[in-house]
């Protein structure tokens, strides 16, 4: 009963998601976000009232970084070995979801470096962390080895890039459960129905806020006027 309980749950909140309305925004805003997000899962109703209601942040965000030369210099070294791994040039954004392309960032759960890898996971995909070398640290070393790792859980979930960020935050087996527990792979309603704590549910979000911030042609450019 339960179970039946959950996912008619599940059935109402896709239904709320994924019929996105015009609010107050622009139509600028609104049009970017409908065509960035095309076939992507922050197409949804509640991914495009987060971003009405955090686009400055984003766009802060973006010019921010853009402000900073060594910012720049590690973004675009980032975005060429991404392009070139055959990833979406979004995955660029990652490091800044995740340490505001900081390489030398250590965090209280024990990840490091510009990725934020836990050292069991830096091991795993082929880094050195030991006593006396440290690659989470380096922004060439590191960089190859995340984009090993978002290969690996593509292979996971059938190449749907959106369940492999999820993870890359949430971890592969959280993931999973929750998939196999609540029957549906939507990675929207993954991260913003069923995974626990704020962080996870709103890296996702998060992750496309940013991307579209960068990417999506006047959505910045209409904040700003």
Known sequence: ??????????????LFCFH???SMASDVIFDAVMTFCKGKACKSGAFYYHFEKNVEGYCAGIKYIKSKPAIVS??????????????PASITL????????????????????????????????????????DERFSVAESTDGAIRYIKWLMGKFDGD??????????????????????????PWLIAKG?????????????????????????VCDENEQ
């Open 1 to 14: 009963m339960n179970n039946l309980i959950s996912k008619a749950l599940l059935v109402i909140v896709a």
């Open 20 to 22: 996105p309305q015009k």
């Open 74 to 87: 590690r973004a675009g070294f980032v975005e060429f070995k991404v392009k070139d791994a055959g990833l």
């Open 94 to 133: 990652l490091p800044l979801v995740e340490s505001s392309y900081d390489p030398n960032q250590e965090s209280s759960a024990g990840a490091a470096g510009m990725w934020q890898l836990k050292a069991s996971t830096a091991r795993d995909i082929g880094l050195v962390v030991d006593s006396s070398v």
């Open 161 to 186: 890039i959106d369940l492999a960020i999820i993870a890359y935050n949430a971890g592969i087996g959280r993931v999973q459960r929750l998939i196999d527990e609540y029957g549906t792979r939507n």
């Open 194 to 218: 069923l995974l626990k704590g704020k962080e996870a549910e709103h890296y996702l979000a998060r992750y496309y806020g940013y991307s579209l911030a960068m990417y999506a042609e006047g």
